[in-house]
């Protein structure tokens, strides 16, 4: 797609407070200049993300407000829409070992019924808990998203927000939400909403980034997923906890995205696998395989199947990205109380 924004350039911003504890009382925490293909679209190439004073919550004050929001989750931009192409579409076969981890991490407390995925994205997560023998629906704000699970995936989809679908209480057993709520307004909001959607000990399986990891403060606004537009929420690990308790649920288990698993002893082994394949493998590849790749081209032409997977160069570079983490994102699964 090389075709540039049909959309006016949206120019809003917005002031809130505090969304975890409601305070205003906030300290610098980074200034984040926007990714390159935003530079002049929005309101300002460089924004504030502070920190409260009062909860340690992390957010973006002032942000875009929800036109501009509204504006970049069309993908019009041509650079935002290959990415969406490179890692939801061409790249989903290369996530269906992680949604796999996750499905044998639910089976922790077992849970049987009618399953929500909050921000689907592409569905492939429904696919998969399809498959397990789920009876699955999504959610999503994204129009190319709500046409691409009911188009190519055949999967039910709720069109809208959350909150504005009308949607009967207690209606699922199982809610997910991955990657999403650093991008949401109101996170407050959008879990109480969650949780009245839930049926009591219903299972709530929740997803996003870890600001608090050693390697976003080592990369500080160069980490991977420090984003000024997009991302308006950064949560650690306590911030996140906090989170789900004011809002109706008992922590059941949390770990980081890589590792998640049924058993003590699998997310050890993942852990052992995923030092070798995010820090020893990944540093190969971009301290030795992309230099050379880059002076020779013609090494880069190969493809490689296994277990139902392609892999070839540029799904490897979308995949290792350009820097050196592990443990940088975290789930945590909760019950509804």
Excluded at 179 to 186: A, L, Q, S, V
Excluded at 221 to 243: N, V
Excluded at 247 to 261: N, R, T, V
Excluded at 273 to 285: D, E
Aim: hydrophobic share 40%.
């Amino acid at each position: 797609m090389t075709t540039t924004p049909s959309l006016p350039s949206p120019k809003g911003i917005e002031y809130v407070r505090c969304n975890l504890c409601g305070a205003d009382d906030t300290e610098i925490y980074r200034r984040q200049p926007v990714r390159p293909q935003h530079v002049g679209v929005y309101n300002r190439d460089v924004w504030d993300i502070v920190r409260c004073r009062r909860c340690g919550l992390i957010y973006e004050n002032p942000r875009t407000d929800a036109a501009a929001l509204d504006h970049m989750y069309q993908f019009d931009n041509a650079a935002d829409y290959d990415y969406v192409q490179r890692w939801f579409i061409q790249g989903a076969d290369l996530n269906r070992a992680y949604w796999q981890q996750v499905l044998r991490a639910m089976r922790r407390y077992p849970v049987s019924g009618k399953l929500l995925d909050v921000g689907c994205g592409a569905g492939t997560f429904l696919v998969e808990a399809r498959q397990a023998g789920h009876q699955v629906a999504g959610q999503e704000v994204a129009p190319y998203f709500v046409r691409y699970c009911r188009e190519q995936q055949n999967l039910t989809i709720y069109d809208g927000e959350l909150d504005s679908l009308g949607i009967e209480s207690g209606s699922f057993d199982v809610v997910t939400a991955f990657d999403m709520i650093e991008h949401h307004p109101d996170p407050k909001r959008l879990v109480t909403e969650i949780r009245r959607l839930m049926r009591p000990g219903g299972l709530f399986v929740i997803s996003t980034h870890d600001i608090g990891n050693i390697f976003a403060r080592l990369y500080g606004t160069r980490w991977r997923h420090m984003g000024a537009i997009g991302h308006i929420y950064y949560f650690t690990r306590p911030s996140m906890a906090k989170l789900l308790r004011a809002c109706g649920f008992e922590i059941l288990h949390q770990s980081s995205a890589h590792i998640i698993d049924q058993t003590a002893l699998a997310e050890f082994r993942n852990f052992i696998s995923g030092f070798f394949k995010l820090i020893v493998l990944r540093a190969l590849i971009l301290g030795i395989y992309k230099p050379v790749v880059t002076l020779i081209p013609a090494l880069a032409r190969w493809q490689f199947h296994w277990r139902g997977k392609t892999l070839d160069h540029s799904k490897l570079m979308t995949r290792v990205g350009t820097q050196i983490v592990m443990g940088d994102d975290m789930v945590f699964l909760a019950k509804a109380v």
